[in-house]
């Protein structure tokens, strides 16, 4: 994570109460603190937010298993990548309300 380097990132994915697909959250930690944003479905993730069907974006990461760490790191950091997030403006993405980047 190149252009982050203050940020650790973890998506956490939960089943949704559907019983289909996953709703995915975004942590974003720098030092002790902490921000979740509330990102939706995993499918309306992959498709608005990143521009990609879940299968590209698990080619472009390289794995489709949620469970490792690795994967749910990389993902996120191309989230952040999309909305443009760096060293440089890291503290505005503190100041965003939790559901506002899925309202991008």
């Not at 990143?50 to 989230?79: C, F, K, P, W, Y």
């Amino acid at each position: 994570m190149s252009e982050m380097k203050n940020l650790q990132v973890d998506l956490i994915v939960t089943r949704n109460g559907y019983g289909f697909g996953y709703d995915w959250q975004m942590s974003v930690k720098r030092g002790e603190e902490e921000k979740i944003f509330y990102l939706g479905q995993d499918a309306k993730v992959c498709s608005r937010i990143l521009g990609m069907t879940g299968r590209e974006v698990a080619q472009h990461v390289g794995s489709n298993d949620l469970n490792l760490l690795s994967t749910r790191q990389a993902i996120a950091e191309m989230i952040l990548q999309t909305f443009g997030v760096t060293d440089d403006n890291e503290d505005e993405l503190f100041n965003t309300p939790p559901w506002e980047l899925a309202a991008e």
